[in-house]
C-alpha cells in the first residue's frame, strides 16, 4: 500500500514586482527601524496614447552638405566682412588684380576670404576620404585610390594656405 503524501506547507512567498530598492533591503535587515507603517507607494500612471507626429529625416548627405555650408560661411569669416567691409579686390600700379593683402596680416580682402574658406573645406574633405577609405579594406585598389586622394588633397590645400600666409606675412628684412 501506498502511504498517503502529507500536505505540504506552503511556504510564504513573497510577490516581486521590479527590483529590489535600498530602501526595502534595508527594511529587511532592520525592522525595528521602520516597522509596518513605513511602506513605499506603489503608483500605477494611466496609459494615455498621445499622438505622434512623425516627420521623414533629411538623408544623411544633405546633413553633411548642410553642415559643410554653415561651415563655409563661418571660415569665410562673414562677420569680419559685414563689420570691417573690406574692398573685394585690389589692384596693382599696373591695373593687375591682387587677390591676397600683401604684407598685412590683420587686413583681408573678399575674395582672399572666399579662396581660404574653400581651401580649407578641400582640407576637411580630404580628411574625410581619408575616413571612407578606412572602410573598403577588401577593395584594396579602390581604398588606395581615395587614400591617393584624400592626401593629395590635403597635401594642396595645406601648400597654398601657407603660400597665402607666406604673402600676407611681412618681411622682416624689408
Do not use: C
Not at 116 to 129: D, P, Q, R, Y
Amino acid at each position: 500500500m501506498r502511504k498517503q503524501d502529507k500536505p505540504k506547507k506552503k511556504s510564504k512567498k513573497e510577490v516581486v514586482s521590479g527590483s529590489e530598492t535600498i530602501l526595502e533591503k534595508i527594511r529587511k535587515k532592520t525592522p525595528w527601524i521602520f516597522g509596518n507603517k513605513l511602506r513605499k507607494p506603489k503608483i500605477v500612471f494611466p496609459k494615455i496614447k498621445i499622438p505622434r507626429l512623425s516627420l521623414p529625416l533629411p538623408p544623411r548627405s544633405l546633413i553633411i552638405i548642410a553642415v559643410f555650408t554653415i561651415l563655409f560661411i563661418l571660415q569665410t569669416g562673414i562677420i569680419y566682412l559685414i563689420i570691417r567691409k573690406p574692398p573685394s579686390i585690389l589692384l596693382d600700379d599696373n591695373d593687375n588684380p591682387i587677390l591676397v593683402w600683401p604684407d598685412d596680416v590683420h587686413e583681408a580682402l573678399i575674395i582672399e576670404s572666399i579662396i581660404a574658406s574653400i581651401l580649407m573645406l578641400f582640407f576637411s574633405t580630404g580628411f574625410i576620404i581619408l575616413y571612407h577609405a578606412s572602410k573598403y579594406l577588401y577593395n584594396k585598389k579602390y581604398a588606395d585610390w581615395l587614400l591617393i586622394i584624400g592626401i593629395l588633397l590635403i597635401i594642396i590645400a595645406f601648400g597654398l594656405l601657407q603660400f597665402i600666409l607666406e604673402i600676407k606675412i611681412p618681411d622682416p628684412y624689408d
